[in-house]
């Protein structure tokens, strides 16, 4: 049974930082790429950063050089660490195994003024 589970959202200034985990299960993890996505109501869920099973990553523009993607291959876990952020950035944070359909519960990140 493959498992996602995120931690590490919550509430925060605009300017701050967080560090985003996401631990996983049943899979073999080194050989994923995962990603990180986030969704606001009534938005479709997009795309933040992925990071393949050799450490290539990508951005969104609009998170590029604010935000990083890292594994651990250890510890079967992804981060996303979160700099500048800005009160757009707040959304439910997802993260995903690429090619399959195993989704985490989400973490909500709010960023206020």
């Known amino acids: 049974q493959v498992q996602l589970v995120e931690s590490g959202g919550g509430l925060v200034q605009a300017g701050g930082s967080l560090r985003l985990s996401c631990a996983a299960s049943g899979i073999i993890f080194s050989c994923n790429a995962m990603g990180w996505y986030r969704q606001t109501p009534g938005k479709e869920r997009e795309p933040v950063a992925t990071?393949?099973?050799?450490?290539?990553?990508n951005y969104a523009d609009s998170v590029k050089s604010r935000f990083t993607i890292s594994r651990d291959n250890a510890k079967n876990t992804v981060y996303l660490h979160m700099n500048s952020l800005k009160t757009d950035d707040t959304a439910v944070y997802y993260c995903?195994?690429?090619?399959?359909?195993?989704w985490g519960q989400g973490t909500q990140v709010t960023v206020s003024t």
């Open positions: 990071i393949n099973s050799g450490g290539i990553t």
């Open positions: 995903k195994t690429i090619l399959a359909p195993y």
